[in-house]
């Protein structure tokens, strides 16, 4: 008798262990954000792109940064996943605000490299490829005609005495300058 159900207790153990499992886990069910344009003051546009072949991209209005993400997920009908985004454009308002969300609560890479589109920003995804953008970042940086600009690097210049950080300037052409965020 007490080896049945012990047998029975084992077998419902088991068999809750593998129905509690969600759908949410699975990496299918996900948007890889890859790279986020984010600009305004009171309302906050921010335009998503992900790790897909087609380059798709999804732009966004709200009141704050995640409420753009939550409406972007209920336009995509999946979760969007942060951790692995590549890029951030911002604009000239609330740079230090915006990068700390990101690092905070995105919790992005610290490699996570920041530029600046300027008024491109809206359009920049639409005229060009995050590969195009990216490899312009980066190669301008190894030759020295940009600063270094990931998100760490940057917000330590944001925090410090001078309140201003050097930042990469991005074109939907991949030409890239330096600009001055406060």
């Not at 207790?9 to 129905?19: E, I, Q």
């Not at 491109?120 to 940086?141: P, Q, R």
Request: charged content about 25%; some cysteine.
């Amino acid at each position: 008798m007490n080896k049945k159900i012990f047998f029975l207790s084992l077998m419902l153990m088991t068999s809750f262990c593998f129905c509690s499992c969600e759908s949410n886990g699975r990496v299918h069910d996900k948007n890889y954000l890859r790279a986020v344009s984010v600009s305004g003051n009171d309302e906050k546009t921010v335009t998503f792109t992900f790790f897909t072949k087609d380059g798709k991209y999804i732009t966004t209005s709200g009141k704050d940064i995640d409420s753009a993400k939550k409406l972007a997920e209920l336009q995509t009908g999946r979760k969007i996943f942060t951790g692995y985004t590549e890029m951030i454009l911002i604009d000239d308002l609330n740079s230090i605000d915006t990068l700390e969300y990101m690092l905070h609560k995105w919790k992005v890479s610290p490699s996570c490299i920041v530029a600046y589109a300027g008024e491109d920003a809206e359009n920049i995804f639409e005229n060009s490829t995050i590969e195009k953008l990216y490899g312009s970042v980066k190669t301008a940086v190894k030759q020295g005609k940009s600063p270094k600009c990931d998100i760490i690097t940057v917000l330590g210049e944001l925090l410090n005495d001078k309140k201003s950080a050097e930042i990469a300037k991005i074109t939907s052409d991949g030409a890239v300058s330096v600009h001055t965020v406060n």
